[in-house]
């Protein structure tokens, strides 16, 4: 079979790994270093790896020069926005090949497989995920689709890529990710805004100890408009739908894991949503998050910017400082007697401002599955992110800082695929010890279990 060319290898030299790149444990307690990483201690009780700046990938060569000849044959469930973009993704990495797609829109499927040379689709996601052919699975679906669908890619033995979140509660997603860790498949979650190039000359920068030791992280994060009244009913809050991939963001560049956070929220732009529950009243929130060695971390996000898509972030280090940019269509300027500055607004939609990032995560686990190599974005990232934007909304409920903790401990599993949220009042099972780390509700990863096994 003639191997197709990496023509999409710019795109990885940006590319770095998650907050933890190495394999955080093997069992309960041991830990593995990888190669010149000192180890860190984190805030939840367990020393692990410091992640380097960056990692080197095979798919940045062409196919013959990698010595690459695994062939991985993969599908997609969901045929939307993001499905496509990671469709057309698949297609330009090397030694990958979609086979199925599925969207429950059978039109969708047919025409994202003709655009895509994809030769068959289907209406049912459980025909990708039974096919014998297939390798691995791109999730792409809506999110309440996700952990269902997870669990049912780890009991036939497909590896998974699947968009956050992995699930809309805790107990689901810890569920998810122990099916894939007894199934010994690969999981990867979609947290794309590590992959962007800007966010990744940051995270470089602070590796490097480019501005010194950090002292405090800024993140902000302003959508053009607000979303429809029918999308933010029951999408979880501000904190859960959008927050998250700010506070996840400052675990990434901050390299540790936070011990606590204060959260508050108010609504400003569409008054509608005030009569909604919780944190999805809000459409405006601030964040600060507490980090080890007084590392401070605050995010700011708003449903609504008339300038356009505002996406930044800044460091302050003990020597200097970095910060990013919007991102536009072009580099052109305008100079006129009454205005100076770019003659167009930012990108004003996340698929064009992230088109890269997305791409890039993409190819990425391409890497992985090809040459079975740990993949960058775990799945106890998807859960440290979901428990932050957890505590977040219980911050502003309770008008006081919630140590993240506090949330994990909550958490219940009678067996690795079989868990629950306590309630303050509930009875407590018998034999129940709280956790203070997720890592404690998690079995080892597919990688970590080689490792264990050298």
Request: net charge negative; charged share 20%; glycine share 8%.
């Amino acid at each position: 079979m003639m191997l197709k060319s990496a023509s999409l290898a710019l795109f990885l030299s940006a590319v770095g790994a998650s907050a933890f790149t190495a394999p955080s444990h093997v069992g309960r307690s041991a830990v593995v270093a990888g190669p010149s990483s000192p180890l860190g201690t984190t805030t939840f009780g367990v020393r692990r790896p410091r992640a380097s700046s960056s990692f080197s990938s095979a798919l940045s060569m062409t196919a013959e020069e990698s010595g690459a000849t695994k062939e991985i044959k993969v599908g997609v469930i969901g045929c939307g926005r993001i499905g496509l973009v990671h469709l057309g993704a698949i297609t330009k990495a090397p030694n990958v090949t979609p086979v199925i797609v599925s969207n429950p829109t059978v039109s969708k499927a047919e025409a994202a497989a003709k655009q895509y040379g994809v030769p068959r689709f289907t209406g049912d996601a459980m025909d990708v995920i039974t096919d014998p052919e297939v390798d691995a699975v791109w999730i792409c679906s809506p999110s309440q689709y996700h952990a269902e669908q997870i669990k049912a890619c780890a009991a036939n033995g497909k590896d998974i890529f699947c968009e956050k979140p992995i699930a809309t509660d805790l107990p689901e997603t810890v569920e998810a990710i122990n099916a894939c860790n007894e199934a010994g498949v690969k999981l990867m979650i979609g947290l794309q805004r590590r992959f962007d190039p800007n966010f990744q000359r940051v995270r470089t920068a602070i590796m490097n100890k480019e501005v010194g030791n950090t002292i405090m992280i800024k993140l902000c994060s302003r959508d053009p408009s607000p979303p429809p009244f029918e999308y933010v009913k029951g999408g979880g809050g501000i904190f859960a739908d959008m927050a998250v991939h700010d506070l996840d963001m400052t675990r990434f560049l901050a390299g540790e894991d936070p011990i606590d956070i204060l959260a508050i929220g108010s609504c400003h732009i569409d008054r509608s949503i005030e009569a909604l529950e919780g944190s999805e009243a809000f459409d405006t929130a601030s964040c600060i998050v507490r980090y080890p060695n007084g590392v401070q971390a605050m995010v700011d996000v708003c449903r609504q910017s008339s300038y356009g898509y505002d996406q930044r972030a800044e460091v302050l280090g003990t020597s200097g400082m970095i910060s990013t940019d919007n991102v536009y269509p072009n580099t052109a300027k305008l100079y006129k007697p009454n205005f100076t500055g770019n003659a167009d607004m930012p990108f004003d939609f996340f698929l064009s401002r992230y088109m890269e990032a997305y791409v890039t995560e993409t190819v990425a686990f391409c890497e992985s599955l090809v040459n079975d190599t740990p993949v960058p974005c775990t799945g106890i990232d998807g859960l440290v992110a979901l428990i932050m934007s957890t505590a977040a909304d219980k911050s502003a409920k309770e008008n006081r800082w919630v140590k993240f903790k506090e949330v994990v401990g909550d958490v219940y599993c009678s067996e690795p695929t079989q868990c629950e949220l306590l309630a303050g009042d509930d009875m407590f099972p018998e034999g129940f010890k709280p956790v203070t780390d997720p890592q404690e509700l998690l079995l080892p990863d597919v990688d970590q279990q080689k490792v264990a096994a050298r």
